[in-house]
Structures are given as structure tokens and as C-alpha cells.
């Protein structure tokens, strides 16, 4: 499943500095050299302790994490709907991505012009949301005209859809974002053919100084209000710190974290983050050429699963045999967990849970 996030937010406030940290970082920390695919676009690794753990008792060639696309969207400004800046080619590269990631400046630098002269992080954030809500309207107007002719023939579903469009343009006309007032899937599924901007999850960053990581600064606190009261989720992270992390290597990481008084770096939380915002699980395959973690959306069914790895897995699904790591680190191995009946056999309907470790029958 490929899940990629775009980086989102006014210029100068940190995006690339983030960017290049965590796919810098994280190549380095797995060894992937083809990490970085072009400079807007980068493929970080989700750090996930449980691999480590279950390749010290299930022997293999090689360790392969599960991965999240980054996009570094540059060209955000005032007027971008309007194709400011570099408004449509921004506004092209969002459509794309399946969350956005909203830097929003809290550090205090002299020395890093702000380009509305002053930092005010909440109206910098209403900037951003606004050419967001701007450009929807727009999507959404098209939708209506396209909607309107074709109701014309009659047909029922449009006129439904025709009565949600314009729901939708009454909603962003009084600036909100979309993703707050249809929460229902049989909307969502009818809006997704417009590609909307402000129904894609969201995750604010605060890029904050070294100090406002533990300590409440003001700012801080008003935009992770800001995000509190859309339902949505605000992180912290040092861009400065994260540059620093990822030019270390990897075994003086943790140390490095620890001295800072942190217990994980910026990608670490990031990752975890984006699981929850996107209702994402990890299961956990093992054989002899490797151990790989895989991304699946919470609820997905064993059948399922199988076709996340290949589509014969899953026309060919007989059954998935499930275990559990802590059972592997106190059994030691999968003859001993099958000898003490710890192998549970689980059909097509089963609901993977997060951690599982599977072991796929079938058919080819
Ligand atoms: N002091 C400080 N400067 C930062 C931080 N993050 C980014 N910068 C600086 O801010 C400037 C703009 O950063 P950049 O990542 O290019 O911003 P972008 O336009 O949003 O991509 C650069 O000079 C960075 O070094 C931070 O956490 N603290
Ligand atoms: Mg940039």
C-alpha cells in the first residue's frame, strides 16, 4: 500500500529542513541508498522496534521495514488558488497525496525572514487553510456545473450528488474544512472523485526551538489549540535537531536523543502519528530471504492482507497461521510455538490485528 503525506506550509518555515532530515536520517539508519528519489520526493522507512526484536529469534537474509512517501510541497502562498506563487503547480502535487503534513513555524530566528514580515503561527495557519478552502470552492463550483447538466437527464444518483456538492460549497463559503463535516462514508465516496484539498487528513507540525520540545511556549500551545479544535492532531518537532540527527550515525543516535532529555526522534513520532491519523496497522511476514513489516488500514481481513503481499496470496488464500511476538520472545522459536499450540489457524475473516505475525497458506 503506498501512502504518501505532503508537506505542506507557508515558505521559510521549515518544510525542507524537515524533509531532508527524515529521508537523510532514515536511509542512513537502514542502509538504503535509494531512499531519496528526487529532491520533492523521498521514501523514509517507519521505524518499528518489533522487527528488530523478532529477527533476534527468526533467522534471515534481510530486514525490510514498511515505508511512507514524503512529498516536499513547495509554492504555498497568499493567492496560490489563484495561481500565485507557484499556485497550480502546488495545488497539482496536493491533489496526490493521501495526508498533508502542515508546518507551521514556531521557532524564533532573527536570521530566517518570515514572508509576511512578522511570525504569527495561527495566521499563518489560516493562510494555508484558506488558499486550501479557495481552491475546493473552485473544485466544488466545477463539480455543481458538471452535476447540474447531467441531473438534467434525470439521472437519481445526480441529483443527490448535486444536493452534496452544494452542501459542500455552503460549508467551505463559511470556511470550513470539509474533512470536519462529512464524516460519513457514503459522502466521502462521492466527494473523492473531486479530489478535495480540505478532506484529506491532517497532521500539524510545530517546527519549534530546541526548548519548546518539553517546554509550553505560547505559540505552541495556540496552534495545537487550533488543531485540537478541528479534531486533529499537532506535533512538535525541532527541525534544527532533526538536521542534526541525521548527519550522526546511527548507533550515537539514541544518545544523542537522551542528552536532549527525548526518548524518539522527530520521524519516530511523525510515523506514529500518521498511523493513527490514517487508521493504519503493521502485521509481519517471516522466511528465510527476509522479515518485513507491511502497512494495511485497520479492519482489513486476513484474505486481504495476503493480496497486500501478492494478488496470488490472496486469490489462493487457504488460511493464515497467527502468532504473537511476545509468545516468539518467550517461546524462541516456531517449532517451539507450534509444539505449545501458540500457532493460532485463522481463515479468510479474520481481523489482522496490529503486530501479528502471519504465516500465509494457499493455493497457486
Ligand atoms: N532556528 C531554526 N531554524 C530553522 C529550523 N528549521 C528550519 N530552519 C531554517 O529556516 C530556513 C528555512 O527553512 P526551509 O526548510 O528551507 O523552509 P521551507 O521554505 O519551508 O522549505 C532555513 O534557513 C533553515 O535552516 C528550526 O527548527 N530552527
Ligand atoms: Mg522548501
Not at 161 to 177: D, M, Q, R, T, Y
Not at 200 to 227: C, G, H, P, R, T
Not at 326 to 343: F, H, M, N, V, W
Amino acid at each position: 500500500m503506498g501512502l504518501t503525506a505532503g508537506i505542506i506550509g507557508l515558505p521559510n518555515v521549515g518544510k525542507s529542513t524537515i524533509f531532508n532530515a527524515l529521508c537523510k536520517g532514515s536511509a542512513a539508519a537502514e542502509n538504503y541508498p535509494f531512499c531519496t528519489i528526487d529532491p520533492n520526493n523521498g521514501i523514509v522507512a517507519i521505524p518499528d522496534d518489533r522487527l528488530r526484536r523478532m529477527t533476534t529469534y527468526l533467522e534471515t537474509k534481510k530486514v525490510v521495514p514498511t515505508f511512507l512517501e514524503l512529498v516536499d510541497i513547495a509554492g504555498l502562498v497568499k493567492g496560490a488558488s489563484k495561481g500565485e506563487g507557484l499556485g497550480n503547480q502546488f495545488l497539482g502535487h496536493v491533489k496526490n497525496v493521501n495526508a498533508l503534513v502542515h508546518v507551521v513555524r514556531c521557532f524564533t530566528d532573527e536570521d530566517v525572514s518570515h514572508v509576511h514580515g512578522q511570525c504569527d503561527s495561527i495566521s499563518d495557519v489560516e493562510v494555508v487553510q484558506t488558499e486550501l478552502i479557495l481552491k475546493d470552492l473552485e473544485t466544488v463550483q466545477r463539480g455543481i456545473e458538471r452535476m447540474e447538466k447531467v441531473s438534467k437527464s434525470g439521472e437519481k444518483e445526480a441529483k443527490s450528488k448535486l444536493e452534496l456538492f452544494k452542501k459542500a460549497h455552503s460549508e467551505l463559503s463559511k470556511g470550513n474544512n470539509l474533512r470536519e463535516i462529512f464524516t460519513d462514508n457514503n459522502s466521502q465516496s462521492w466527494l473523492e472523485e473531486l479530489h478535495l484539498l480540505t478532506m484529506k487528513d491532517i497532521l500539524y507540525v510545530a517546527n519549534v526551538d530546541e526548548e519548546a520540545l518539553q517546554m509550553d511556549a505560547e505559540q505552541v500551545l495556540s496552534i495545537e489549540k487550533f488543531a485540537q479544535d478541528q479534531g486533529a492532531q499537532c506535533i512538535r518537532i525541532c527541525g534544527k535537531i532533526e538536521a542534526e540527527i541525521a548527519e550522526l550515525p546511527q548507533e550515537d543516535r539514541q544518545e544523542f536523543l537522551e542528552s536532549l532529555g527525548l526518548s524518539q526522534s522527530g520521524l519516530h513520532v511523525l510515523a506514529v502519528s500518521m498511523y493513527s491519523l490514517l487508521g493504519l496497522r503493521t502485521f509481519f511476514t517471516h522466511n528465510e530471504n527476509e522479515n518485513r513489516a507491511w502497512t494495511i488500514k485497520a479492519g482489513t481481513h486476513a484474505q486481504s492482507a495476503a493480496g497486500v503481499i501478492h494478488t496470488d496470496f490472496e486469490k489462493g488464500f487457504i488460511k493464515a497461521e497467527v502468532y504473537e511476538l511476545t509468545d516468539l520472545e518467550q517461546y524462541g522459536s516456531e517449532a517451539s510455538l507450534r509444539s505449545a499450540g501458540k500457532i493460532r489457524q485463522e481463515g479468510r475473516d479474520y481481523t489482522v490485528q496490529d503486530g501479528d505475525i502471519i504465516l500465509f497458506k494457499f493455493n497457486v
